[in-house]
């Protein structure tokens, strides 16, 4: 999608004035934390994004500028219960308040419910982006059901059990008392 608003280098304040849209996808090789995750799978598959800004009144009235940012994307993995591969969809929306200064933001952050980031002229949206996809990550990635074939697996409700019932000593005992 072609815009005036460049995601990796944008105006922070400007784009919130005029209530800027920015809806788009990168390739997933585009960012490195999460190819590290991926191991260098999935390079081709897309992170697709939204970033809306506005301007806000804040407690004391006066104008805050505000991005919302939402943005999904599926990361190769390997599940940790059957070993194969497994797409790990990760999605967030979050808005962000913007202060003059880093120092701002920091001690504003402390205390608010939304995040509080410094004003930027030149603010990098896919970076900020891939912070918030890191942070999806779940600590185990693992498929919410293992395929099949998958050997050694633990738990598998239509898993036919084929060793023999284990004979009951306890059971046996209570055949040999009485007479049996
Ligand atoms: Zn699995």
Known sequence: MKNDYDVRHLHVAAFARAAGQLVGEERLARF???????????GEL??????HGDIRPDAAGADAVWLR????ADVPMTCQRCLGPVDVALAFARDYRF???EAQAEVEDETSEEDVLAISRDFNVLELIEDE????????????TCPHSVKFQAVDSDYVEEVPEKINPFAVLGRLKNGQ
């Open 32 to 42: 490195d934390r999460l190819m590290d995750e991926s191991k260098g799978l999935g």
């Open 46 to 51: 897309p992170v697709r994004f939204t970033v």
């Open 69 to 72: 940012l939402s943005a999904e």
């Open 99 to 101: 202060v003059a200064t």
């Open 133 to 144: 996809l890191l942070m999806e990550l779940p600590p185990v990635p693992k498929h919410a």
